[in-house]
């Protein structure tokens, strides 16, 4: 199973980005999926979770300007990322938790992907 994401990149204060990331491999089924952040000499934090059902919930510090959501079908969950502001600078990570064909469920992380937000 492999967490591969996209779509971040350099944009300026006020503007927008979408990260995707896709789950390929040999899944039985994908719970709740997520993304969190890290910036230089801080903590990784949550940014956003959706479950299986759709529930979505939120960092405060994001709340009302990202919207995370999920394609089941393409096994993909999306971050769309509004009036970004510097302090959003940082890499982005997804995560999923996932039951593998044949192995017992376990949580996942993408590679990363580097948002930088320029004032």
């Known amino acids: 199973v492999q967490l591969q994401a996209s779509g971040g990149g350099l944009v300026q204060a006020g503007g927008s980005l979408r990260l995707s990331c896709v789950v390929s491999g040999s899944i039985y089924s994908i719970n709740g999926m997520g993304w969190y952040r890290q910036a230089p000499g801080k903590q990784r934090e949550l940014v956003a979770r959706v479950t299986s059902g759709g529930t979505t919930n939120y960092a405060d510090s994001v709340k009302g300007r990202f919207i995370i959501s999920r394609d089941n079908a393409k096994n993909t969950v999306y971050l769309l990322m509004n009036s970004l502001k510097p302090e959003d600078t940082a890499v982005y990570y997804c995560?999923?938790?996932?039951?593998?064909?044949?192995?017992?469920?376990?949580?996942?992380w993408g590679q990363g992907t580097q948002v930088t937000v320029s004032s």
């Open positions: 995560n999923a938790v996932i039951r593998g064909v044949g192995s017992p469920i376990r949580n996942y």
